[in-house]
Protein backbone atom coordinates (compact mmCIF):
# COMPACT_ATOMS: atom_id res chain seq x y z
CA UNK A 1 0.00 0.00 0.00
CA UNK A 2 2.72 2.54 1.17
CA UNK A 3 4.62 1.37 -2.07
CA UNK A 4 1.43 2.47 -4.27
CA UNK A 5 1.29 5.56 -2.50
CA UNK A 6 4.89 6.61 -3.19
CA UNK A 7 4.62 5.85 -6.98
CA UNK A 8 1.29 7.82 -7.55
CA UNK A 9 3.29 10.73 -5.54
CA UNK A 10 6.14 10.24 -7.84
CA UNK A 11 3.88 10.51 -10.88
CA UNK A 12 2.11 13.31 -9.47
CA UNK A 13 5.04 15.46 -8.97
CA UNK A 14 6.67 13.97 -12.50
CA UNK A 15 3.71 15.09 -14.30
CA UNK A 16 3.64 18.53 -12.64
CA UNK A 17 6.94 19.17 -13.63
CA UNK A 18 6.20 17.88 -16.97
CA UNK A 19 3.84 20.79 -17.15
CA UNK A 20 5.96 23.21 -15.64
CA UNK A 21 8.60 22.55 -18.10
CA UNK A 22 6.40 22.39 -21.36
CA UNK A 23 5.12 26.28 -19.69
CA UNK A 24 8.68 26.97 -19.66
CA UNK A 25 8.80 26.21 -23.46
CA UNK A 26 5.59 27.88 -24.21
CA UNK A 27 7.35 31.17 -22.55
CA UNK A 28 10.27 31.05 -24.08
CA UNK A 29 9.48 30.90 -27.57
CA UNK A 30 6.56 33.22 -26.82
CA UNK A 31 9.44 35.38 -25.30
CA UNK A 32 11.37 35.06 -28.66
CA UNK A 33 9.19 36.21 -31.01
CA UNK A 34 8.29 39.16 -28.50
CA UNK A 35 11.91 40.14 -29.05
CA UNK A 36 11.83 39.60 -33.15
CA UNK A 37 8.37 41.53 -33.52
CA UNK A 38 9.67 44.39 -31.49
CA UNK A 39 6.94 43.43 -28.58
CA UNK A 40 9.10 44.52 -25.63
CA UNK A 41 8.71 48.26 -24.33
CA UNK A 42 10.24 50.41 -21.46
CA UNK A 43 9.03 52.30 -19.03
CA UNK A 44 10.96 54.89 -17.45
CA UNK A 45 11.18 55.50 -13.27
CA UNK A 46 12.10 59.21 -12.24
CA UNK A 47 15.34 59.42 -10.19
CA UNK A 48 14.74 62.38 -8.20
CA UNK A 49 18.05 64.35 -6.15
CA UNK A 50 17.15 63.84 -2.29
CA UNK A 51 18.22 67.49 -1.27
CA UNK A 52 16.49 69.62 -4.36
CA UNK A 53 13.68 67.56 -5.77
CA UNK A 54 15.46 67.77 -9.19
CA UNK A 55 14.89 64.96 -11.92
CA UNK A 56 18.75 63.41 -11.83
CA UNK A 57 17.56 61.28 -14.34
CA UNK A 58 15.26 57.90 -15.33
CA UNK A 59 15.61 54.24 -15.57
CA UNK A 60 14.64 52.10 -17.83
CA UNK A 61 12.54 48.76 -17.47
CA UNK A 62 11.28 46.32 -20.15
CA UNK A 63 7.50 45.30 -20.47
CA UNK A 64 6.80 42.48 -22.02
CA UNK A 65 2.64 42.52 -22.92
CA UNK A 66 1.82 38.85 -24.42
CA UNK A 67 -1.65 39.14 -26.67
CA UNK A 68 -2.22 35.57 -25.27
CA UNK A 69 -0.51 35.39 -22.08
CA UNK A 70 -1.06 38.87 -20.71
CA UNK A 71 1.53 41.19 -18.79
CA UNK A 72 4.41 38.99 -17.59
CA UNK A 73 6.53 40.83 -15.52
CA UNK A 74 10.21 40.84 -15.74
CA UNK A 75 10.97 39.02 -12.60
CA UNK A 76 9.53 35.96 -14.44
CA UNK A 77 11.48 36.71 -18.11
CA UNK A 78 14.50 38.27 -17.21
CA UNK A 79 15.63 35.60 -15.58
CA UNK A 80 14.05 33.12 -18.43
CA UNK A 81 15.97 34.91 -20.92
CA UNK A 82 19.43 34.11 -18.86
CA UNK A 83 18.63 30.88 -19.38
CA UNK A 84 17.62 30.43 -22.33
CA UNK A 85 20.32 32.65 -24.16
CA UNK A 86 17.91 35.22 -24.85
CA UNK A 87 19.60 38.21 -22.43
CA UNK A 88 21.98 39.44 -24.82
CA UNK A 89 19.27 40.44 -27.40
CA UNK A 90 16.83 41.79 -24.74
CA UNK A 91 20.19 43.96 -23.58
CA UNK A 92 21.19 45.65 -26.97
CA UNK A 93 17.20 46.02 -27.72
CA UNK A 94 16.41 47.65 -23.94
CA UNK A 95 20.12 49.54 -24.75
CA UNK A 96 18.83 51.02 -28.38
CA UNK A 97 15.04 51.95 -27.44
CA UNK A 98 16.54 53.78 -24.61
CA UNK A 99 19.59 55.88 -26.55
CA UNK A 100 17.06 56.51 -29.30
CA UNK A 101 14.08 57.93 -26.18
CA UNK A 102 16.99 59.95 -25.16
CA UNK A 103 17.61 61.53 -28.36
CA UNK A 104 13.72 61.90 -29.12
CA UNK A 105 14.05 63.90 -24.84
CA UNK A 106 16.78 66.02 -26.38
CA UNK A 107 15.48 66.83 -29.98
CA UNK A 108 12.10 68.44 -28.03
CA UNK A 109 13.73 69.89 -25.41
CA UNK A 110 12.22 67.02 -22.36
CA UNK A 111 14.57 68.05 -19.55
CA UNK A 112 15.59 64.07 -18.63
CA UNK A 113 19.39 64.16 -17.77
CA UNK A 114 20.33 60.59 -18.28
CA UNK A 115 18.54 57.47 -18.89
CA UNK A 116 19.96 54.22 -16.76
CA UNK A 117 19.97 50.89 -18.93
CA UNK A 118 20.26 47.26 -17.24
CA UNK A 119 22.36 45.48 -18.30
CA UNK A 120 22.68 41.42 -17.10
CA UNK A 121 25.60 39.77 -15.80
CA UNK A 122 25.79 37.11 -18.00
CA UNK A 123 26.22 39.62 -20.93
CA UNK A 124 29.49 40.58 -19.01
CA UNK A 125 31.11 37.58 -19.84
CA UNK A 126 30.75 38.74 -23.82
CA UNK A 127 34.47 40.30 -24.84
CA UNK A 128 32.25 42.36 -27.60
CA UNK A 129 29.69 44.19 -25.01
CA UNK A 130 31.67 47.29 -24.71
CA UNK A 131 32.31 47.44 -27.87
CA UNK A 132 28.34 47.24 -29.29
CA UNK A 133 27.38 49.76 -26.63
CA UNK A 134 29.94 52.42 -28.12
CA UNK A 135 28.21 51.19 -31.67
CA UNK A 136 24.47 51.98 -30.15
CA UNK A 137 25.44 55.04 -28.44
CA UNK A 138 27.07 56.13 -31.76
CA UNK A 139 24.09 55.26 -34.16
CA UNK A 140 21.44 57.34 -31.31
CA UNK A 141 23.98 60.34 -31.70
CA UNK A 142 22.88 61.06 -27.99
CA UNK A 143 26.56 62.05 -25.67
CA UNK A 144 27.76 59.39 -23.33
CA UNK A 145 27.24 61.08 -20.22
CA UNK A 146 23.08 60.40 -20.84
CA UNK A 147 23.72 56.93 -20.31
CA UNK A 148 24.22 55.37 -17.14
CA UNK A 149 24.92 51.48 -17.49
CA UNK A 150 23.40 49.65 -14.27
CA UNK A 151 25.05 46.12 -13.31
CA UNK A 152 24.33 43.72 -10.51
CA UNK A 153 26.71 42.57 -7.76
CA UNK A 154 26.87 39.08 -9.23
CA UNK A 155 29.17 40.48 -12.15
CA UNK A 156 31.69 41.10 -9.99
CA UNK A 157 31.53 37.86 -7.87
CA UNK A 158 31.14 35.31 -11.24
CA UNK A 159 33.33 36.99 -13.28
CA UNK A 160 35.67 39.81 -11.94
CA UNK A 161 38.33 39.93 -14.34
CA UNK A 162 35.91 39.83 -17.20
CA UNK A 163 33.53 42.67 -16.00
CA UNK A 164 36.70 44.77 -14.64
CA UNK A 165 38.11 45.01 -18.24
CA UNK A 166 34.19 45.93 -19.44
CA UNK A 167 33.49 48.38 -16.94
CA UNK A 168 37.22 50.21 -17.99
CA UNK A 169 36.23 50.28 -21.49
CA UNK A 170 32.90 51.85 -20.83
CA UNK A 171 33.85 53.98 -18.62
CA UNK A 172 36.39 55.28 -20.69
CA UNK A 173 33.84 55.95 -23.58
CA UNK A 174 32.04 58.57 -21.17
CA UNK A 175 29.51 56.14 -20.27
CA UNK A 176 28.21 55.77 -16.62
CA UNK A 177 28.68 52.52 -14.48
CA UNK A 178 26.07 51.91 -11.67
CA UNK A 179 26.09 49.06 -9.10
CA UNK A 180 22.48 47.94 -9.28
CA UNK A 181 20.96 46.29 -6.05
CA UNK A 182 23.98 46.80 -3.66
CA UNK A 183 23.94 45.23 -0.26
CA UNK A 184 22.22 41.36 -1.42
CA UNK A 185 25.46 39.97 -3.15
CA UNK A 186 27.77 40.00 -0.49
CA UNK A 187 30.49 41.04 -3.08
CA UNK A 188 33.75 42.23 -1.84
CA UNK A 189 34.27 45.56 -1.27
CA UNK A 190 37.79 45.42 -2.47
CA UNK A 191 36.06 44.73 -5.85
CA UNK A 192 33.31 47.53 -5.50
CA UNK A 193 36.59 50.27 -4.74
CA UNK A 194 38.46 48.85 -7.63
CA UNK A 195 35.90 49.21 -10.28
CA UNK A 196 35.19 52.19 -12.04
CA UNK A 197 31.78 52.52 -10.60
CA UNK A 198 30.09 56.73 -10.46
CA UNK A 199 27.20 55.23 -8.54
CA UNK A 200 25.74 52.89 -6.10
CA UNK A 201 22.08 51.48 -5.86
CA UNK A 202 21.62 50.46 -2.26
CA UNK A 203 18.48 47.42 -2.76
CA UNK A 204 15.10 48.19 -2.35
CA UNK A 205 15.29 45.28 0.32
CA UNK A 206 16.51 47.95 2.99
CA UNK A 207 13.24 49.61 2.57
CA UNK A 208 11.61 46.79 4.90
CA UNK A 209 12.71 47.69 8.37
CA UNK A 210 14.15 51.39 8.13
CA UNK A 211 13.45 53.19 11.09
CA UNK A 212 15.29 55.91 12.78
CA UNK A 213 17.23 53.37 15.13
CA UNK A 214 18.13 49.87 14.56
CA UNK A 215 20.16 47.68 12.51
CA UNK A 216 19.01 48.29 9.06
CA UNK A 217 19.25 51.81 9.36
CA UNK A 218 22.89 51.21 10.47
CA UNK A 219 23.54 49.16 7.37
CA UNK A 220 22.31 51.77 5.22
CA UNK A 221 24.25 54.58 6.81
CA UNK A 222 27.06 52.45 6.47
CA UNK A 223 26.98 51.91 2.85
CA UNK A 224 26.12 55.71 1.86
CA UNK A 225 29.08 56.55 3.73
CA UNK A 226 30.88 54.30 1.33
CA UNK A 227 29.52 54.77 -1.58
CA UNK A 228 30.26 58.56 -1.17
CA UNK A 229 33.87 58.41 0.08
CA UNK A 230 34.27 56.00 -3.19
CA UNK A 231 32.93 59.33 -4.97
CA UNK A 232 29.79 57.50 -6.10
CA UNK A 233 26.68 58.93 -6.09
CA UNK A 234 24.22 57.03 -3.65
CA UNK A 235 21.04 55.94 -4.80
CA UNK A 236 18.07 54.68 -2.87
CA UNK A 237 15.44 52.36 -4.72
CA UNK A 238 11.75 51.43 -3.76
CA UNK A 239 11.31 54.50 -1.20
CA UNK A 240 7.61 54.26 -0.61
CA UNK A 241 7.14 56.97 2.22
CA UNK A 242 7.63 60.30 3.19
CA UNK A 243 9.15 58.98 6.59
CA UNK A 244 11.83 56.71 4.48
CA UNK A 245 12.67 59.90 2.46
CA UNK A 246 13.36 61.79 5.33
CA UNK A 247 15.80 59.52 6.69
CA UNK A 248 17.44 58.87 3.88
CA UNK A 249 18.20 62.80 3.27
CA UNK A 250 19.39 63.08 7.00
CA UNK A 251 21.97 60.36 6.27
CA UNK A 252 23.03 62.03 2.95
CA UNK A 253 21.51 59.80 0.61
CA UNK A 254 22.36 61.84 -3.06
CA UNK A 255 19.40 60.34 -5.36
CA UNK A 256 16.01 58.52 -4.44
CA UNK A 257 13.91 55.98 -6.76
CA UNK A 258 10.88 54.59 -6.10
CA UNK A 259 6.64 54.82 -5.61
CA UNK A 260 6.73 57.67 -3.37
CA UNK A 261 7.87 60.06 -6.52
CA UNK A 262 6.66 57.73 -9.54
CA UNK A 263 5.76 54.40 -10.67
CA UNK A 264 7.55 53.37 -13.63
CA UNK A 265 5.95 54.98 -16.61
CA UNK A 266 4.95 55.51 -20.52
CA UNK A 267 6.98 58.42 -22.38
CA UNK A 268 3.73 59.78 -22.18
CA UNK A 269 2.93 59.59 -18.67
CA UNK A 270 6.08 60.68 -17.83
CA UNK A 271 6.15 63.82 -20.21
CA UNK A 272 3.09 64.27 -18.32
CA UNK A 273 4.44 63.89 -15.00
CA UNK A 274 7.46 66.11 -15.73
CA UNK A 275 4.86 68.72 -16.59
CA UNK A 276 2.99 68.80 -13.93
CA UNK A 277 5.97 69.56 -11.33
CA UNK A 278 7.18 72.38 -10.10
CA UNK A 279 10.63 71.93 -10.40
CA UNK A 280 11.07 71.40 -14.51
CA UNK A 281 11.19 75.06 -15.00
CA UNK A 282 13.59 75.93 -12.44
CA UNK A 283 16.69 74.60 -14.15
CA UNK A 284 18.25 78.09 -14.83
CA UNK A 285 21.11 79.03 -13.05
CA UNK A 286 20.28 79.96 -9.19
CA UNK A 287 17.48 78.29 -9.27
CA UNK A 288 16.58 75.39 -7.01
CA UNK A 289 19.78 73.97 -7.50
CA UNK A 290 21.24 74.72 -3.94
CA UNK A 291 18.34 75.23 -2.30
CA UNK A 292 18.23 72.87 1.29
P1 LIG B 1 15.95 46.68 -10.77
O1 LIG B 1 16.90 47.05 -11.85
O2 LIG B 1 16.48 46.67 -9.38
O3 LIG B 1 14.72 47.70 -10.91
C1 LIG B 1 13.98 48.18 -9.85
C2 LIG B 1 12.70 47.38 -9.66
O4 LIG B 1 12.04 47.84 -8.49
C3 LIG B 1 11.70 47.57 -10.79
O5 LIG B 1 10.97 46.36 -10.92
C4 LIG B 1 10.79 48.67 -10.25
O6 LIG B 1 9.52 48.68 -10.86
C5 LIG B 1 10.72 48.27 -8.81
N1 LIG B 1 10.41 49.39 -7.92
C6 LIG B 1 10.78 50.68 -8.08
N2 LIG B 1 10.34 51.44 -7.06
C7 LIG B 1 9.68 50.61 -6.23
C8 LIG B 1 8.99 50.81 -4.97
O7 LIG B 1 8.92 51.91 -4.42
N3 LIG B 1 8.43 49.72 -4.39
C9 LIG B 1 8.50 48.48 -4.96
N4 LIG B 1 7.90 47.48 -4.32
N5 LIG B 1 9.14 48.26 -6.14
C10 LIG B 1 9.72 49.31 -6.76
P2 LIG B 1 10.66 45.70 -12.33
O8 LIG B 1 10.40 46.77 -13.35
O9 LIG B 1 9.63 44.66 -12.09
O10 LIG B 1 12.03 45.02 -12.72
C11 LIG B 1 12.55 43.98 -11.94
C12 LIG B 1 13.98 43.68 -12.32
O11 LIG B 1 14.04 43.14 -13.65
C13 LIG B 1 14.88 44.91 -12.35
O12 LIG B 1 15.31 45.23 -11.05
C14 LIG B 1 16.00 44.42 -13.25
O13 LIG B 1 16.91 43.64 -12.52
C15 LIG B 1 15.26 43.51 -14.20
N6 LIG B 1 15.04 44.23 -15.49
C16 LIG B 1 14.04 45.07 -15.85
N7 LIG B 1 14.22 45.50 -17.11
C17 LIG B 1 15.39 44.95 -17.55
C18 LIG B 1 16.14 45.01 -18.78
O14 LIG B 1 15.79 45.72 -19.74
N8 LIG B 1 17.30 44.27 -18.85
C19 LIG B 1 17.73 43.51 -17.80
N9 LIG B 1 18.88 42.80 -17.93
N10 LIG B 1 17.07 43.44 -16.64
C20 LIG B 1 15.90 44.15 -16.51
MG1 LIG C 1 18.23 48.48 -12.14
MG1 LIG D 1 17.89 47.89 -8.59
MG1 LIG E 1 16.29 45.59 -7.31
Not at 9 to 27: G, H, K, P, T, V
Not at 38 to 54: F, S
Request: hydrophobic share 40%; proline share 5%; charged share 20%.
Amino acid sequence: QAKNADRNCYRFFSEEMNRQAADQILLANALKEAIRTDQLYLVYQPQVHAATGRLEGVEALARWTDPALGMISPGRFIPLAEETGQIEAIGLWSLRAACRQMALWMQAGVDVPVVSVNISALHFRNPDLPRLIGEILHESGIPPRRLTIELTESAMIENYEQTFIATQAIRAMGIGLSMDDFGTGFSSLSNLANLPLNELKIDRSFMDGFEPTGKVHSVVTAIIRIGRSLGMTVVAEGVETQAQLDLLRQINCDVIQGYFFSRPLDVQDLEAWLNMRPDTECSRPSSQHDAA
